[in-house]
């Protein structure tokens, strides 16, 4: 299978690629919605660019490239939540260096977008990597929120727009994968558009419990902080079960780099405070997607009312229920906002569900 025919729902954007593959400018910024396959479509260009026949999808480069093992395509590496100055002299450093066995070094740089906020400083630097590139170095920055303040980023690059995921896109991609057809269509419908969500939520089998425990949140609501409180206990200790499968495959990481440690005298691999950073950071962000797949959940039921009101014949309890949904919305929405900036998932729940339970 050709790499771009990974790229379920994204024509344009393949037809942009393969006209960009003969004679391919220094640096292509690929935005869309959360959840598009932004990072997917950087992995597959950056295989076409390499392979010989243009990312034939078979070969050993194709291969390598693929499942992140090539040596020439290098995955920028953050360590805080937004890309540091440090992160971007980094990048500045691999990028300089000589492909080592394919055409290009090609350096891929996801969620942009997490360096400009306050005045920094790595916005700067990123601009200056891609202003000096050398000869032999293209760079691949992924972007989903492609605001005003990235313009001056943007103007260096080719743009690569990518097209919103629809649940059937989703899981037609996951059936690629190999994911049971019933398994697919779930997971395609609970992940709200995001494919790595999906792809995570179809390897899950607790996802339709959480599903159903996030779904009766509205209809146990009963007007009472005791009532709200006990509701945030229970989803807590959901997205602590969630992250099980996570908690288990780092743990087994852990126990193979010490075997392996404990075999050789020389150290392989990245150092031990990378490892567990990286591993800090991958659960952090567990909790975050499990939190907002719950509020995406929760959009679909007040959604539903809303639509379920708008159907049904005018009167005073009708209209009284629509307001009710509305305001709902509003406040889910609020909380979907607030998970990018908060770290408190508690103080984000309590909050949330007092509210809900107040209307
Ligand atoms: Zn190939």
Same mark, same amino acid.
């Given at each position: 299978?050709?790499?771009?025919?990974?790229?379920?729902?994204?024509?344009?954007?393949?037809?942009?690629?393969?006209? #960009?593959?003969? #004679?391919?400018? #220094?640096?292509?910024?690929?935005?869309?919605?959360?959840?598009? %396959?932004? #990072?997917?479509?950087?992995?597959?260009?950056?295989?076409?660019?390499?392979?010989?026949?243009?990312?034939?999808?078979?070969?050993?480069? /194709?291969?390598?490239?693929?499942?992140?093992?090539?040596?020439?395509?290098?995955?920028?590496?953050? *360590?805080g939540v937004s890309?540091?100055?440090d992160d971007v002299?980094?990048?500045? $450093?691999?990028?300089?260096?000589?492909?080592?066995? /394919?055409?290009?070094?090609?350096?891929?740089?996801?969620?942009?977008?997490?360096?400009?906020?306050?005045?920094?400083?790595?916005?700067?630097?990123?601009?200056?990597?891609?202003?000096?590139?050398?000869?032999?170095?293209?760079?691949?920055?992924?972007? %989903?929120?492609?605001?005003?303040?990235?313009?001056?980023? *943007?103007? =260096?690059?080719?743009?690569?727009? !990518?097209?919103?995921?629809?649940?059937?896109?989703?899981?037609?991609?996951?059936?690629?994968?190999?994911?049971?057809?019933?398994?697919?269509?779930?997971?395609?419908?609970?992940?709200?558009? +995001?494919?790595?969500?999906?792809?995570?939520?179809?390897?899950?089998?607790?996802?339709?419990?959480?599903?159903?425990?996030?779904?009766?949140?509205?209809?146990?609501? +009963?007007?009472?902080?005791?009532?709200?409180?006990?509701?945030?206990?229970?989803?807590?200790?959901?997205?602590?079960?969630?992250?099980?499968?996570?908690?288990? =495959?780092?743990?087994?990481?852990?126990?193979? $780099?010490?075997? *392996?440690?404990?075999?050789?005298?020389?150290?392989?691999?990245?150092?031990?405070?990378?490892? *567990?950073?990286?591993?800090? =950071?991958?659960?952090?962000?567990?909790?975050?997607?499990?939190?907002?797949?719950?509020?995406?959940?929760?959009?679909?039921?007040?959604?539903?009312?809303?639509?379920?009101?708008?159907?049904?014949?005018?009167?005073?309890?009708?209209?009284?229920?629509?307001?009710?949904?509305?305001?709902?919305?509003?406040?889910?929405? !609020?909380?979907?906002?607030?998970?990018?900036?908060?770290?408190?998932?508690?103080?984000?729940?309590?909050?949330?569900?007092?509210?809900?339970?107040?209307?």
């Amino acid at each position: 299978m050709d790499v771009f025919e990974r790229l379920v729902g994204q024509e344009k954007a393949v037809t942009s690629l393969r006209a #960009h593959l003969a #004679h391919p400018v #220094h640096a292509f910024l690929f935005h869309g919605p959360a959840g598009a %396959n932004v #990072h997917d479509a950087m992995v597959s260009f950056a295989a076409a660019l390499q392979c010989p026949e243009g990312g034939c999808g078979s070969c050993d480069v /194709c291969r390598r490239v693929l499942t992140g093992a090539e040596a020439d395509v290098i995955e920028a590496q953050r *360590e805080g939540v937004s890309w540091l100055i440090d992160d971007v002299h980094e990048i500045e $450093r691999v990028a300089r260096r000589r492909p080592l066995a /394919c055409p290009y070094v090609v350096v891929l740089i996801d969620e942009v977008e997490l360096t400009v906020g306050s005045g920094s400083p790595s916005a700067a630097a990123l601009l200056k990597t891609l202003e000096e590139p050398p000869s032999r170095t293209i760079f691949l920055l992924g972007v %989903n929120d492609l605001s005003d303040e990235l313009a001056t980023i *943007e103007s =260096r690059c080719v743009t690569i727009p !990518l097209a919103a995921l629809s649940a059937a896109d989703i899981g037609e991609i996951l059936q690629r994968e190999e994911v049971d057809p019933k398994v697919a269509t779930v997971s395609a419908d609970a992940s709200g558009g +995001d494919l790595e969500r999906a792809r995570l939520l179809a390897r899950d089998p607790g996802v339709a419990s959480r599903q159903a425990l996030w779904r009766s949140v509205p209809e146990r609501l +009963d007007g009472t902080a005791s009532g709200a409180m006990r509701l945030v206990d229970e989803i807590h200790a959901a997205i602590d079960d969630a992250l099980q499968p996570l908690q288990e =495959r780092q743990a087994a990481e852990e126990r193979r $780099r010490s075997e *392996e440690s404990a075999g050789s005298r020389r150290r392989s691999g990245p150092p031990r405070a990378d490892v *567990e950073r990286r591993h800090r =950071r991958e659960v952090r962000r567990a909790r975050i997607d499990e939190l907002r797949f719950g509020l995406v959940t929760l959009t679909q039921v007040y959604g539903q009312r809303v639509g379920d009101a708008v159907s049904s014949p005018p009167d005073s309890r009708v209209d009284q229920r629509m307001e009710t949904s509305m305001a709902a919305l509003e406040i889910v929405e !609020l909380a979907y906002r607030r998970t990018s900036t908060t770290l408190d998932e508690v103080l984000l729940l309590s909050d949330l569900l007092l509210q809900l339970g107040r209307l």
